[in-house]
């Protein structure tokens, strides 16, 4: 599976973006699909996420109630709906999946095998 991550850009604070993840190679409907974020210096942490199938969503508590995971089976696609953004949401995002991922791994980005490029968010004050 291929993915490619778009959308991101220069937003304002309190502004909003959606992040965009289309996959290629593989339908990956029942694939774990979450989104991470990295800022420079710091360690990559856990955004948001389906889990396998879709019947769940996770997310961290520093984005709930600002962003939404979102996806279409039919485009093969996820997103991230990103509202109320902050200067401490600028980072790299990127997109990942994975096949026989486990909920209780749901927010560890060392256990997903696909990964797209990033794309850069930068919030600005």
């Known amino acids: 599976v291929q993915l490619q991550a778009s959308g991101g850009g220069l937003v304002q604070a309190g502004g909003s973006l959606r992040l965009s993840c289309v996959a290629s190679?593989?339908?990956?409907?029942?694939?774990?699909k979450g989104w991470f974020r990295q800022s420079p210096g710091k360690e990559r942490e856990f955004v948001a996420a389906f889990s396998r199938g879709g019947g769940s969503t996770y997310y961290a508590d520093s984005v709930k109630g600002r962003f939404t995971i979102s996806r279409d089976n039919a485009k093969n696609s996820v997103y991230l709906q990103m509202n109320s953004l902050k200067p401490e949401d600028t980072a790299v995002y990127y997109c990942?999946?994975?096949?026989?991922?486990?909920?209780?791994?749901?927010?560890?980005?060392?256990?997903?095998?696909?990964w797209g490029k990033g794309t850069l968010v930068t919030v600005s004050s």
């Open positions: 990942a999946a994975d096949p026989g991922l486990i909920s209780s791994s749901i927010t560890r980005w060392d256990e997903y095998d696909y």
């Open positions: 190679g593989r339908t990956f409907s029942r694939y774990a």
